[in-house]
């Protein structure tokens, strides 16, 4: 008898903790947010844009290479009848234009991501707060992005950065 009453009391707590482990079990999703903006509309006129905006800033940094390699050439064909002042002009004039094309290809690519950004902005928020509504409506506590490995959705929690500047000793 104290054997099956055992059976019983430990049958009890395990359909207990079971049962209070469902009610509180955190549901988490996942999503790929790459194939996601695939699938947007209005992502392709996106990539259209950028891709000829790219196209013109291409086109200006080949006109100034072919500069660069004109200037290049005649350098390397007059050199030997030049005199030394204009030769070291003709130098400077190459390395300064040199310089001017790395400094437009930086500049270009970061206009271009700004653009790119810029444009794309509005389909990230439109996802972003579709995942949201999503998250809330089905009940998911946590959404992670598995192309990127982030979170993407948290429901309110704890905030710890009080905590951990504690610890590291930062006021």
Do not use: W
């Not at 800033?57 to 500069?67: N, P, V």
């Not at 064909?77 to 094309?101: F, H, V, Y």
């Not at 409506?137 to 009080?162: H, R, T």
Request: proline fraction near 2%.
């Amino acid at each position: 008898m104290k054997k099956s009453f055992k059976y019983l009391v430990l049958l009890l707590v395990f359909v207990c903790t079971t049962n209070v482990y469902s009610q509180t079990k955190t549901k988490l999703g996942h999503i790929d947010s790459n194939k996601l903006m695939v699938l947007l509309p209005g992502r392709d006129t996106i990539q259209t844009k950028l891709e000829k905006y790219k196209g013109s800033l291409e086109s200006q940094l080949k006109t100034m290479y072919g500069e660069y390699q004109v200037k290049q050439q005649e350098l390397q064909s007059g050199s030997n009848t030049m005199a030394e002042l204009i030769k070291q002009a003709k130098m400077k004039e190459l390395d300064d234009l040199a310089q001017r094309i790395q400094d437009f290809q930086q500049s270009a690519e970061d206009d271009f991501k700004k653009k790119e950004q810029e444009l794309l902005q509005p389909l990230i928020t439109k996802a972003k707060t579709a995942i949201e509504e999503v998250a809330k409506e089905n009940g998911y506590k946590y959404i992670f992005d598995v192309s990127l490995g982030v979170i993407l959705y948290f429901e309110e929690g704890d905030d710890v950065l009080p905590l951990v500047k504690k610890k590291l000793g930062i006021k």
